[in-house]
């Protein structure tokens, strides 16, 4: 259990000498993203000595197929789409070059599932969630989230104009996502909604007519509308709700110890603009896109 402050400790020191003596009496660690960032073991940040899965490596994990924008050619590895771009952004922060990073697959729902990771940090368009922190650690966000709604050119549900005009339909979503959680608690339809365990098999469903409408986040529904299904467009989005935003944060063990050294470098790339510049390179404006009330 971690002492609250440094003077308790420092007192907990001189009262029990012998036992220091033993196993050592540290000062609280200073790291950055603070002491609650990163869970309840932690390490200072030394660049390029993090207490990794693999000594001198950064192992990440993320879902194949790996979906474009945020990768390319479902290859994470080529530093290309955002996410891709921003893991190896986030590995310089913490002292790892290119090719000291290793990627893991990892299923979407694995990656947030209790128990222990054999990865360092996963990023997979997971949005940060307080019943998902019960099982995981998580970075700050690196990524604010809208929800949008796609759908077939000149069908019923391409007409849509609000989140009423959604409730008669056939909707779909991947398992486990926000964009499920957003049909079941938003949307709340009138019949079941579909559930994929791959955005590829939700896709098919919405070209075969089995849903009338899949619900995925903006730059997915932007990419599956001009690269994927080209009879296919953007209803429209979700308003963010509630006072905190939906965000994408990357996902760790949740007895990782460097979870504040990895929120201290997301921090770090929003604060500097590298996060915005990648968004611009790589995720498209959404500015076009009507919000549905």
């Not at 009262?15 to 390490?43: F, I, K, W």
């Not at 989230?145 to 019923?156: E, I």
């Not at 007409?159 to 079941?184: C, M, N, P």
């Not at 009338?212 to 986040?217: E, G, H, P, S, Y």
């Amino acid at each position: 259990m971690r002492l609250a402050n440094r003077p308790l400790r420092l007192a907990a020191c001189a009262t029990v000498a012998l036992l220091a003596a033993a196993v050592g009496c540290a000062p609280q660690d200073e790291s950055p993203g603070g002491p609650h960032a990163a869970g309840p073991r932690q390490q200072s940040c030394d660049r390029g000595k993090l207490a990794t899965v693999a000594d001198g490596k950064l192992t990440v994990g993320t879902d194949k197929p790996a979906y474009a924008p945020w990768f390319h050619d479902d290859d994470p590895a080529s530093g290309k789409g955002f996410e891709s771009a921003v893991a190896y952004a986030v590995a310089r922060r913490l002292g790892y070059d290119k090719g000291a990073v290793d990627w893991q697959t990892v299923p979407f729902n694995n990656a947030f599932a209790p128990g222990a990771k054999k990865f360092d940090f996963d990023i997979n368009q997971i949005s940060i969630s307080a019943a998902r922190k019960r099982a995981v650690a998580f970075s700050s966000g690196y990524y604010d989230v809208r929800q949008a709604v796609v759908a077939l050119k000149g069908s019923p549900a391409a007409r849509a104009k609000s989140i009423a005009g959604l409730r008669h339909l056939k909707l779909g979503a991947q398992v486990g996502s926000t964009s499920l959680d957003v049909v079941d608690d938003t949307v709340r339809p009138a019949q079941r909604p579909a559930v994929f365990q791959k955005n590829d098999l939700a896709k098919s469903a919405l070209k075969n007519g089995q849903v009338d409408a899949i619900l995925t986040d903006l730059p997915t529904a932007f990419y599956i509308t001009s690269a994927e299904v080209k009879n296919a467009e953007v209803v429209g989005q979700f308003a963010a709700t509630g006072a905190a935003k939906e965000q994408f944060g990357l996902v760790l063990d949740k007895e990782s110890r460097i979870t504040g050294c990895v929120t201290a470098a997301v921090d770090a790339l929003r604060k500097d603009g590298t996060l915005a510049a990648l968004e611009k390179k790589w995720l498209t404006d959404a500015v076009s896109v009507p919000v549905l009330k």
